[in-house]
């Protein structure tokens, strides 16, 4: 199970199987003897939603759920909480005949008097029997399993939910062409069926065919009328003489002609060459599904009353990297303007279609190796990491963040097996460039990935945030020791020295706390199981252990003539041509990552 399976259960959830019925390699790890179960939950429901489903919604109650199952013998039904009468369940079974209905009934008014049951003759009237008792008798009923027509959901459906919910699910594999035909399926279907009205039209095109038919007929009397009654006068004195009282009649068949119903057709003008859309290229085509989805935003949902929910599998599929984003703020305005009743969901690999600061929009799954495989499925709130911050990060300040350091930073976190996380770019490009000293692309290997925050009071947050989503993260931060030191040197005066030594203190004291490590000021160089900390910063660190890096940096400041001082790419190529070996604790933390990533 993955990404895509999520989708396409809800797929046959909402529309049945593509490709017929389900089969045993769509069962969990092909074990056919367990059901398969697949259940939904509907929130926000608004007034039509529960005249439409009346007793399957709670009083009181915004939400309605409903489950399909597939049992082991193959037959799909679909079930809903209603609240009823228990001792009623078993007459309202479905697939129940007439005779069997109501011989159920009678038994039941012979063993429960009490009930006062009225006689019934026929399956109807135990129906509304039945109703008609509970109705009377709300205060006795309780929330009981139904189970639901089989055409309940879908827009290919007349069932209830058709057209108050419908789901679209738009396959990797979907071909633009398909999308792009006149079929209710299809997203120009959906967009001609909410934008265009085709009565008008095919009404006077009917009234056409009709005059076309009726020229016709005109046009074979003026022609064939005299040579037909000719030659059946001729044909007939010939017939008549082998059986007298009997004539023969030819005469021209009735012209039958069918209004057409008006349908549209899709090509594409490539200067003057026009060309249909499955002889486009591939980026070409997955850009036609992005316009028409745009089409649909701007357009689609004017004479909509119902909600759509457009699911996406690799939205970015043979995109452009610009082109992606276009396509990821397209959907974005769908799913957020409530004036176009469109929800929007799709499973992805690329950072562009995640916003960090809607981590609670994310749904991350992971599978278990070690577990036969299991998938987990990993969400979070903005009131979960809220509460792991509680004392360390007012709430303002997340709210803060989460618009501007954190939102840049943590897309590509997401899809990591492991985080390790640093303060800024040059601590990605150091740990990158000892990781590659051992092998090329060592942690990206092993899905580890190395993400700056922007400075180490973002550090909790990005963490929260991660590990609440199931991402295991190792952290490192500075703890600017020698910071004193250096603002002396740099000429700052003793008020603003004062005000960085509070700064650095706070967040050293609020790092140590979310740590859940021993609070002082300045914390000495260590490493432990969750985060590892500089005495000072990575410099004075290499002074210290690594001088052979300052003699590398040298080097390339004479090569390129380019000062290296926090520069990114110069850090990461003095760090692989370095000589002697690195700093130990900064081995560690990527030994971590690794541990994290599986590894070691």
């Not at 009623?88 to 008097?113: C, M, V």
């Amino acid at each position: 199970m993955g990404k895509s399976t999520v989708l396409r259960a809800l797929d046959w959830f909402f529309n049945g199987s593509r490709n017929g019925d389900l089969c045993d390699d769509d069962c969990t790890n092909g074990d056919s003897s367990q059901t398969i179960r697949v259940e939904v939950q509907f929130t926000g429901l608004t007034a039509e939603d529960r005249a439409e489903l009346g007793a399957y919604v709670p009083p009181n109650s915004d939400t309605f759920v409903a489950w399909k199952s597939r049992t082991p013998e193959g037959s799909e039904y679909l079930s809903a909480n209603a609240k009823g009468y228990e001792l009623f369940t078993h007459i309202k079974a479905a697939g129940l005949s007439a005779n069997d209905k109501k011989e159920l009934y009678k038994a039941l008014r012979t063993h429960q008097p009490e009930l006062g049951l009225p006689t019934a003759s026929s399956a109807g009237a135990v129906d509304v029997a039945l109703r008609e008792w509970e109705s009377a008798n709300v205060d006795k009923l309780t929330e009981l399993p139904e189970t639901l027509q089989t055409n309940f959901f879908g827009f290919n459906s007349t069932g209830k939910m058709s057209g108050l919910f419908d789901f679209v699910l738009i396959t990797a594999d979907l071909r633009a062409s398909e999308e792009s035909s006149d079929i209710k399926t299809s997203i120009i279907g959906r967009i001609l069926e909410r934008t265009v009205d085709r009565n008008s039209a095919d009404e006077q095109i009917a009234d056409i065919v009709e005059q076309s038919r009726l020229a016709q007929q005109k046009v074979y009397k003026k022609s064939f009328r005299e040579p037909l009654e000719q030659m059946t006068e001729r044909l007939n004195s010939v017939v008549s003489t082998y059986s007298p009282g009997r004539t023969l009649k030819v005469m021209p068949a009735e012209v039958e002609l069918k209004a057409p119903r008006t349908t549209f057709t899709v090509s594409i003008l490539d200067g003057t060459l026009e060309t249909s859309v499955e002889r486009q290229g591939h980026g070409f085509q997955r850009t036609l599904l992005i316009s028409s989805l745009q089409m649909l935003a701007e357009h689609g949902s004017a004479s909509a009353n119902g909600v759509i929910c457009l699911a996406i599998e690799e939205p970015e599929l043979y995109q452009h990297p610009v082109q992606a984003q276009a396509f990821a703020k397209v959907l974005r305005d769908l799913a957020e303007d409530a004036a176009k009743n469109i929800q929007v969901t799709y499973a992805t690999h690329s950072p562009v279609f995640i916003e960090a600061q809607r981590f609670s929009q994310v749904r991350r799954l992971t599978r278990n190796s070690g577990d036969n495989g299991v998938v987990s499925v990993h969400t979070s709130s903005l009131e979960t990491v809220k509460t792991l911050l509680a004392g360390i990060v007012k709430p303002a300040t997340v709210d803060n963040q989460l618009d501007g350091t954190i939102s840049a930073r943590l897309p590509l976190a997401m899809f990591a097996n492991a985080v390790i996380l640093v303060e800024g770019t040059t601590e990605v490009a150091v740990f990158e460039g000892i990781a590659d000293r051992t092998v090329v692309g060592n942690l990206a290997v092993w899905g580890v990935a190395v993400v700056e925050v922007g400075g180490k009071t973002s550090i909790p947050l990005a963490h929260a945030i991660l590990t609440s989503l199931g991402i295991p993260v190792y952290a490192i931060f500075d703890g600017d020791a020698g910071f004193e030191t250096r603002a002396i040197a740099n000429g700052k005066d003793a008020t603003k020295i004062q005000e960085e030594r509070q700064g650095h203190v706070s967040a050293n004291r609020n790092l140590l706390k979310y740590f859940e490590l021993p609070e002082v000021d300045f914390p000495a160089q260590q490493v432990t199981d969750g985060v590892a900390i500089l005495d000072d910063h990575l410099e004075a660190l290499f002074a210290a252990e690594w001088p052979e890096w300052e003699t590398a940096c040298r080097m390339l400041e004479l090569e390129t003539g380019v000062v290296l001082r926090k520069n990114q790419v110069g850090y990461r190529s003095a760090t692989i041509r370095a000589t002697s070996t690195p700093p130990e604790i900064l081995t560690k933390v990527i030994d971590q990552g690794l541990i994290l990533g599986g590894k070691i």
